[in-house]
């Protein structure tokens, strides 16, 4: 069975945030069954948990002795397994790999840029004179990803596929704001896919790993 890692406890602002929620969904969408490695404070600086992650980070990939990190190769390599997450035909799963890389490169760096902001340094004078530019360059990448989306459903059309996984999984990052929400093509884009039975059984089953250690 596939095994994936995951903390088993984090501060409440990065639950339901924290990235092995990305490979959870690809997993629920494959209808794949998996286990989780939950690990505690410290775990992933170990020498074991190091030799699969070299950065320390969550989630990895454990399928019979096969070991795999980063959540955008993660779910790339479940996608392999569903049609739902990579259609078969070639140029329609090369602009699904196109779009899960655009979440990766050009929209996640500067929306985390926002978020750290806010989460780490808000009262500090830097932060509070940086924050706007941050905001003001986001915000024109989302409106390029807005006027991609135009009026269809998911980004390659009438088709959920791992694009949309991962654009959701960045655009969620900033729900502590009104960024994204301000649009209304993105905001009823973020609610259609989180609105996926999948999303919500990943989501409740990060939940219920926190509550546990609580």
Known sequence: MITISAFRWVPDFAQGQVRDLRARW???EAGLPYQTRLLDQGDQDKPDYRALQPFGQVPILEDDGFA??????????IGEQSETLLPKEPRARAQATQWLIAAL???EPFVAEVARIDIFFG??????LRRPGAVAFVQRRLAGLSN???????????RFTAGD????TVLRILKHTDIVTSDKRLAAYVERCTARPAFKRAFDAQMADFKKAA
């Open 26 to 28: 690809a997993l629920e």
């Open 105 to 107: 490169n050009s929209i």
């Open 165 to 168: 996984l991962m654009m959701t």
């Open 68 to 77: 795999l990190f980063e959540s955008g190769a993660i779910v790339l390599y």
């Open 148 to 158: 991609a989306l135009g009026d269809k459903p998911y980004l390659d059309g009438d």
């Open 123 to 128: 009262d500090q004078d830097w932060a509070k």
